[in-house]
């Protein structure tokens, strides 16, 4: 892989998040969930908001048995920071580097709703 191929940005926190660390989302109630669809268009999300996400678009709860998933969320929380530059960033940069911006109703029906 040359320099230039290297991901950078949400695309290279996706390559850790997912094949990294499992956390590509799931199917539920024969929806496909993935955290893309949690990120609203704009507004502030910190790393801690965002591993959040990362979980329940698994549809796992963050909260459950904490010991166990410590190492992981602290990971998370910190390829966050590393690829993203910040702790708290624009959700519009929260985007794949070859989709259109998000409209600013994006999914928002999600957030909340999944039972």
Same mark, same amino acid.
């Given at each position: !892989? *040359?320099?230039?191929?290297?991901?950078?940005?949400?695309?290279?926190? !996706?390559?850790? #998040?997912?094949?990294?660390?499992?956390?590509?989302?799931? $199917?539920? &109630?024969?929806?496909?969930? *993935?955290?893309? $669809?949690?990120? +609203?268009?704009?507004?502030?999300?910190? #790393?801690?908001?965002?591993? %959040?996400?990362?979980?329940?678009?698994?549809? !796992?709860? +963050?909260? &459950? &048995? +904490?010991?166990?998933?410590?190492? #992981?969320?602290?990971?998370?929380?910190? #390829?966050? $920071?590393?690829? !993203?530059?910040? %702790?708290?960033?624009?959700?519009?940069?929260?985007?794949?580097?070859?989709?259109? +911006?998000?409209?600013?109703?994006? *999914?928002?029906?999600?957030?909340?709703?999944?039972?």
């Amino acid at each position: !892989m *040359h320099e230039d191929d290297t991901p950078k940005g949400y695309d290279a926190l !996706m390559e850790i #998040a997912c094949p990294g660390w499992g956390f590509c989302g799931c $199917i539920k &109630n024969d929806t496909n969930l *993935h955290v893309d $669809i949690l990120i +609203p268009s704009t507004g502030p999300v910190s #790393a801690d908001q965002f591993v %959040e996400w990362l979980f329940l678009a698994d549809d !796992m709860n +963050p909260n &459950n &048995n +904490p010991e166990k998933w410590e190492r #992981a969320k602290q990971a998370l929380r910190d #390829a966050f $920071i590393e690829c !993203m530059g910040a %702790e708290v960033v624009d959700a519009s940069r929260l985007i794949w580097s070859n989709c259109e +911006p998000r409209e600013s109703t994006s *999914h928002s029906k999600f957030r909340g709703k999944i039972d």
